[in-house]
């Protein structure tokens, strides 16, 4: 599958990692215990300042208004794991996949998303959503993908900085994965780099398979 950014989000970067033949199932109890430990740093943190506070949240909520989504009703994915922590709702053991994920995303203060390839179809755009489309989220509820900052293949959105879609939802059934990284502008390239290549490196080492990583 092909990858492209939209020239209205050529100002913003984006880390792709594609993983191969890779093995999804219960987190073994080192990634637990990191996620658990790092949530109840994160909670003490959270008594001094708000999670719109954090300079990553910050700075996303900053680019949700810039292209016209309202953050105060579609926060970033991030600001969003952060409100739960501050509320002692820790997040639970998911997959091996979606902790990895959650908690790269609380470390770098930093949306991803991990989506399964199967149930990607064609080729994929990464743009600003129409007043046309909505997609069934995670969060269990229709969301308008009306100016907000979007994963789309040709069956519509299935990932963006907020929230991604049940459809590509990684299961333990999942093989083939695609993780996309929204990184925040003011992140050096050198920095993006460093994390991307880790984000793969400790997903392998936990799944298995083989990947490859690229900014676009």
Known sequence: MKISVHSSLKSLS??????????????PQMLKGRLQLFQESLFFDLKDQKPADFEGIAEWRQLFKQF???PNRYRPSTEALLRRIAKQNYLPSTNSAVDLNNF???QYETPLGIYDTQNISGDIEIRLGSDQEQFEGLNGRMNSAENLIIAADSNGPF???CVDSA????????ND???????RPSL???EQEKMLHSL?????QVNGGTATAKLV
């Open 14 to 27: 984006f880390g792709i990692i594609h993983y191969k033949n890779t093995t999804v199932s219960e987190s």
């Open 200 to 204: 793969k490196d400790m997903f392998i």
């Open 68 to 70: 016209g989504k309202d």
């Open 104 to 106: 790269f995303s609380l």
């Open 159 to 161: 990932g963006s900085p």
């Open 188 to 190: 050096p390239k050198e």
């Open 167 to 174: 459809r590509t939802a990684v299961s333990k059934e999942t």
């Open 177 to 183: 994965a695609l993780h996309i990284v929204y990184f």
